[in-house]
């Protein structure tokens, strides 16, 4: 059984910089396209970026393009989203979720991805 773990979430000061991980355990990473969503209190979940399995493939919404990464590590069973320039309206609970996918797709559509996080949250306030 898959499992994906969040991690790297907490407060943050505008401008800030943070680094989430997704680390899975009971599967490896290398046929599977993964993605981050978000969200805020009183909003509905967001993509925010994926990425294929090989890496090749990443999309992102344009609300973060130019200030977050997504990359991933598959011998390690980890991706990452590295957040820079963070704005408050980037605050909330972040999910990665898994569906396996040995191309190179990947979506930001939520019904696409099958086993899902508990999340991190991520606070931007000064």
């Known amino acids: 059984q898959l499992h994906l773990v969040e991690s790297g979430g907490g407060l943050v000061q505008p401008g800030g910089s943070l680094r989430l991980s997704c680390a899975t355990s009971?599967?490896?990473?290398?046929?599977?396209?993964i993605a981050w969503f978000r969200q805020a209190p009183g909003k509905e979940r967001e993509g925010v970026s994926c990425i294929n399995n090989r890496g090749s493939t990443t999309n992102y919404a344009d609300s973060v393009k130019g200030r977050f990464t997504i990359s991933r590590d598959n011998s390690g069973n980890t991706v990452y989203l590295q957040m820079n320039s963070l704005k408050p309206e980037d605050a909330g609970i972040y999910y990665c979720?898994?569906?396996?996918?040995?191309?190179?797709?990947?979506?930001?559509?939520?019904?696409?991805?099958?086993?899902w996080g508990q999340g991190t949250q991520v606070i931007v306030s000064s």
């Open positions: 009971g599967s490896t990473l290398d046929s599977s396209m």
């Open positions: 979720a898994w569906n396996w996918r040995p191309d190179s797709y990947c979506t930001l559509t939520q019904g696409r991805y099958t086993i």
